[in-house]
């Protein structure tokens, strides 16, 4: 145990705090701090300079990106498009609008209302049209 005790304490907050900034994952920041996993969220669960340092620095690589990102949407449209989206809530709509011959309703029909022989000829109908499709 005092092996461990030893090694988590040569790690830096600042390193802790550079690799959470950097979006790392715990096992990508343990592997890089040379440590295994399990000691490392041991230290986090413990440590509460090393607990603040991972959360303020997935905090502040979340504003690093934002700027990143605001930077890119002045050179390329589809990002600042994608910010309209994420940030302000704006959304593209679209109106499909369909209509029936010179632009009057679409026709339906009620098929409960039709009687057997009618149902027995609009089946007769529907399997002409499936013969001709696999055809």
Same mark, same amino acid.
């Given at each position: 145990?005092?092996?461990?005790? %030893?090694?988590?304490?040569?790690? =830096? $907050?600042?390193? #802790? ?11 990508? *920041? ?7 996993? /399990? ?5 986090? @669960?413990? +440590?509460? *300079? &090393?607990?603040? &340092?991972? !959360?303020?620095? =997935?905090?502040?690589?979340? $504003? +690093?990106? =934002? /700027? &990143?990102?605001?930077?890119? &949407? ?12 994420? $940030?302000?809530? %704006?959304? !593209? #709509? %679209? ?10 309703? #679409? /026709?339906?029909? +009620?098929?409960? /209302?039709? +009687? ?6 609009? =089946? ?5 049209? @499936? ?5």
């Amino acid at each position: 145990m005092a092996k461990s005790t %030893q090694r988590r304490s040569k790690v =830096r $907050v600042s390193a #802790i705090r550079m690799l959470s900034q950097l979006q790392c994952s715990e096992a990508e *920041a343990a592997a890089s701090l040379g440590i295994r996993l /399990k000691t490392f969220r041991e230290m986090l @669960r413990i +440590d509460a *300079a &090393a607990k603040q &340092a991972w !959360e303020e620095g =997935r905090e502040i690589g979340k $504003v +690093d990106i =934002r /700027k &990143a990102q605001f930077a890119l &949407a002045q050179r390329h449209p589809q990002m600042a498009i994608y910010l309209g989206k994420v $940030v302000l809530g %704006q959304r !593209e #709509i %679209q109106v499909i609008e369909h209509s029936g011959p010179n632009g009057g309703p #679409i /026709k339906t029909m +009620d098929l409960s /209302k039709l +009687d057997g022989e009618e149902r027995s000829a609009l =089946r007769s109908i529907l399997e002409k049209t @499936r013969a001709k499709k696999e055809e």
